[in-house]
């Protein structure tokens, strides 16, 4: 396998050995939800790691031995730290890394278009201390082009040696090489172990490629090779897609489904059923994360650069992003019905994450919907075993405290947006007065306190 593309006795083929006896330094940039438990990845298989953060919060609590992510213990740090994981803002260490694969954010900017302020920031910070034979491997996601057409120009021309990166064609000893690799990780998810995904890699030439199937070797059990970085960065916005695409379907047929007084739900487990080409996808209080509320709009973006219109995109986005107001109505008319408005009532709103069983707030339409209520007078409270407090957020500033689950019968209603394992839901229906349930969290309580929304 190594033959082929890499030649021997070259830059490359060092490298590539020096990967294989887990003797490279790999250098890990962002040390957020996806480059900490990749870093940490790494160490287990004795690969000494340096992680890159701009944050001198993170640096130092993982130089202290901690966590700032729930499901990562102080444990598990501590032994990736007794294998050489260290952290640091100090880019000069860049020049001492083999390997270096940037995991910093893309979100979208106020207008819903791609920032890439932080891969073009990460560009312009490791260039000056870039060297001939190192890999650079971009895991954010975003549109394609970006690797060759962002961040590569960046590298190439703030070097200070002139190097060049490898590209097909142009193989010279005095160059870099260059990956895209998408991260693929599902937050909460245990069902599948993390070394078991499929890690999907492009590199900008062969050598390339193989240098980061052998990087990514190390920790995943399958590598599947694409032919460019573009094609693993589409490969990673057909994903998301296509789950953001379905979950607006099932979140339209709820809406019709609850006119037409059949449960969704119900639906979806025997429709389930069907041994081949059904896949579940459940409705919700609309999208959150990092990824499905953020990722097509990248594509979309990019595509009117080709005058192109990406209108499942559209249309998915118009679905998921309504879905907040959905949930607001339908407590409007739950209070309605026992003669209350919702100006003036209040309203516990049960889990804030964006999913279940996770620590993660970004883009959770928990915040939208808090604020959508506050906006109509509710007196808003919220529980989540998760967050103690929300302060400020990017979009948002709550400066709000976790409320106590005792006494659930002083609230108007009890609106379930996240819908934690933890939570005793038949308790909550028994001492609440109304419960507005928008995950099927009370699923077989049979209480006229329940409105599935
Ligand atoms: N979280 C997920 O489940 C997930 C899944 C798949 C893909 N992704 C993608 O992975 C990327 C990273 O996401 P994340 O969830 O880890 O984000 P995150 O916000 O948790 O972590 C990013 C880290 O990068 C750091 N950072 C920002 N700019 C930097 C710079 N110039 N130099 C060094 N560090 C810098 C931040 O301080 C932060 O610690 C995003 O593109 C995201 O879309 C995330």
Not at 182 to 198: F, K, L, M, Q
Not at 231 to 244: F, G, P, S, V, W
Not at 317 to 334: F, K, L, Q, R
Request: charged residues 25%; aromatic residues 8%.
């Amino acid at each position: 396998m190594t033959t082929r593309t890499v030649q021997p006795s070259s830059p490359a083929s060092e490298l590539k050995s020096k990967i294989e006896k887990r003797e490279a330094r790999v250098g890990v940039i962002g040390m957020g939800y996806v480059g900490l438990p990749l870093a940490l990845l790494y160490t287990e298989q004795d690969l000494r790691v340096t992680g890159f953060d701009i944050d001198q919060r993170k640096v130092d609590t993982l130089n202290s031995g901690g966590s700032y992510i729930y499901r990562i213990t102080k444990e598990e740090i501590g032994a990736a730290r007794a294998k050489g994981l260290s952290a640091t803002s100090d880019y000069s260490q860049i020049s001492e890394m083999d390997a270096i694969i940037i995991c910093v954010p893309t979100p979208l900017n106020e207008y819903h278009e791609p920032d890439l302020s932080y891969i073009t920031n990460t560009g312009h910070a490791i260039a000056p201390h870039l060297r001939a034979g190192q890999l650079v491997v971009l895991e954010s996601t975003t549109y394609p082009g970006t690797t060759e057409e962002v961040l590569v120009p960046i590298l190439e021309k703030e070097n200070k040696s002139g190097l060049k990166a490898a590209r097909a064609g142009n193989s010279s000893d005095q160059g870099f090489y260059v990956a895209f690799s998408p991260e693929r990780e599902d937050p909460g998810n245990t069902s599948v172990a993390r070394r078991d995904i499929p890690k999907v890699v492009g590199g900008l030439d062969p050598q390339a490629s193989e240098l980061a199937a052998t990087l990514y070797g190390q920790i995943f059990r399958r590598i599947v090779r694409v032919s460019s970085p573009a094609a693993a960065e589409m490969t990673k916005l057909l994903e998301n897609i296509y789950r953001c695409v379905n979950i607006a379907l099932v979140n339209e047929l709820k809406m019709l489904s609850l006119r037409m007084g059949i449960d969704i739900w119900e639906v979806i487990d025997a429709a389930s059923t069907k041994p081949f080409g059904f896949q579940p996808f459940y409705p919700g209080p609309g999208l959150g994360g990092h990824c499905i509320p953020v990722d097509p709009f990248y594509l979309s973006w990019k595509a009117k650069e080709w005058d192109f219109r990406t209108r499942f995109i559209e249309l998915a986005g118009e679905i998921n992003i309504g879905m907040p107001y959905h949930v607001i109505s339908s407590v409007v008319g739950a209070l309605n019905q026992r003669k209350k408005s919702l100006n003036g009532s209040k309203v516990l709103v049960l889990g804030v994450a964006y999913k279940r069983d996770i620590d993660d707030l970004r883009e959770s339409p928990a915040l939208t919907i808090i604020e959508l209520l506050q906006k109509e007078g509710a007196q808003v409270s919220y529980h989540d075993p998760y967050f103690p407090t929300i302060g400020r957020g990017r979009k948002y500033d709550l400066q709000m405290k976790c409320a106590s689950l005792e006494d659930l019968g002083k609230y108007d209603c009890v609106l379930i947006v996240t819908d934690h394992s933890d939570y005793d839901y038949p308790k909550i229906v028994r001492e609440a007065q109304l419960v507005v349930d928008t995950r099927n969290a009370t699923k077989g309580i049979q209480s006229e306190k329940v409105v599935r929304c």
